[in-house]
């Protein structure tokens, strides 16, 4: 067993009491302390998963991360899946709000001037767009881990499906009022655009990190690939 390192009272199933009044005057039935138990454990969690996989990560290792014990753990989630999916929303959710930021800068930044300044500003936050989402190559070799994870176990299709399509939802959101911000409009369906780039993007990711890719800084796929793509994609929106 290992040991309980918070200072508060540790009730019966190893995590924080809080008291009755302070709980019971909370609509959504999550404690202050409950809440900060499973956001200490979700961080913990991506600490561990990121150094050791999803696969090999003990759930011992990740309370004593944390500072709890596997009773804690127990009552907040059912399993190390659980967790994931629970850790996946908090990463997303971040990157979600930190790709916005960096969008809405890049278009308050860019040189509109030129008959091809929509086209070039598009491809330039396009390519922000995108590299924001796939940046981070640990977390994406988590994500790849559990889909294939997920893809083997039928318990986890449902809930992995919406986690995905909140993130999904996010991105159609700022990819479709990027494009009306530049006077564009979609040609198609934005969920559908986002999972369709996303994943040719992932894709090339993959082949560099494989090393199928020339080590020059440069990406084909952004270079190339990508403004090409886009012109399928968009259309001034005054178009009928």
């Known amino acids: 067993m290992y040991p309980i390192t918070c200072r508060a009272k540790i009730g019966a199933t190893g995590e ?4 009755a009044m302070t709980a019971s005057s909370r609509p959504d039935g999550l404690t202050r302390r409950r809440a900060e138990t499973r956001q200490r454990l979700i961080d913990a969690a991506y600490e561990v998963f990121a150094e050791s996989g999803i696969r090999d990560a003990p759930v011992e290792v990740i309370c004593d991360r944390a500072g709890y014990t596997r ?9 190390k899946e659980q967790l994931f999916l629970a850790v996946f929303e908090a990463q997303t959710q971040d990157r979600i709000d930190r790709l916005r930021e960096a969008v809405n800068d890049a278009i308050e930044a860019a040189d509109m001037t030129g008959p091809d300044a929509v086209q070039r500003v598009l491809n330039e936050t396009a390519a922000v767009f995108l590299r924001n989402i796939a ?3 640990t977390w994406h070799l988590l994500t790849v881990e559990f889909r294939a994870q997920a893809l083997r176990h039928p318990e986890l299709h449902a809930p992995t499906v919406a986690a995905e399509n909140r993130f999904h939802a996010e991105l159609a959101e700022i ?3 990027v494009v009306g911000r530049l006077g564009m409009r979609l040609t198609a369906d934005p969920r559908m655009v986002v999972i369709t ?5 992932q894709a090339m990711l ?3 990190i494989l090393g199928d890719l020339p080590d020059t800084g440069s990406n084909p796929y952004l270079d190339d690939m990508l403004p090409r793509l886009l012109e399928l994609l968009v259309e001034p929106a005054e178009q009928n």
């Open 16 to 19: 924080p009491e809080e008291d």
């Open 71 to 79: 009773g804690a753990f127990y009552s907040n989630f059912d399993s």
């Open 135 to 137: 940046q981070d190559v």
């Open 175 to 177: 990819l479709t009022e």
């Open 197 to 201: 780039v996303t994943a040719v993007y």
């Open 206 to 208: 993959e082949e560099a």
